[in-house]
């Protein structure tokens, strides 16, 4: 299983950004995929998963400013990040595993892209 995150950048607080996370290797019964963040000195944080049927679960930390949609033709994510605040810099994870709700950090793990937000 490979995960590709990309899409991250710089971008000002209260702006938009969509990332993007492409699977290679992402079997049917591979039901979640999803987005966690770390910044520097925190854990890693979940963000937002989704399953091929499209149910979701976002983080209440997030909840009214991010979204997750998902593409299972071609076994990608994006993450729609609204009213981004100089808090949700880190850089962002995408994340593949079997169970729903997504446990933990298991699974499979993209490289990671970094978003700051700052302006």
């Known amino acids: 299983v490979q995960l590709q995150a990309s899409g991250g950048g710089l971008v000002q607080p209260g702006g938009s950004l969509r990332l993007t996370c492409r699977g290679s290797?992402?079997?049917?019964?591979?039901?979640?995929m999803g987005w966690y963040r770390q910044a520097p000195g925190n854990e890693r944080e979940f963000l937002a998963a989704i399953t091929r049927g499209k149910t979701t679960r976002i983080s209440d930390s997030v909840k009214g400013r991010f979204t997750i949609s998902r593409d299972n033709t071609r076994n990608i994510i994006y993450p729609q990040m609204d009213s981004l605040k100089p808090d949700d810099t880190a850089v962002y994870f995408c994340?593949?595993?079997?169970?729903?709700?997504?446990?933990?950090?298991?699974?499979?793990w993209g490289q990671g892209t970094l978003v700051t937000v700052s302006s």
């Open positions: 994340n593949a595993q079997y169970d729903w709700p997504p446990i933990g950090l298991q699974g499979f």
């Open positions: 290797g992402v079997s049917s019964s591979m039901r979640t």
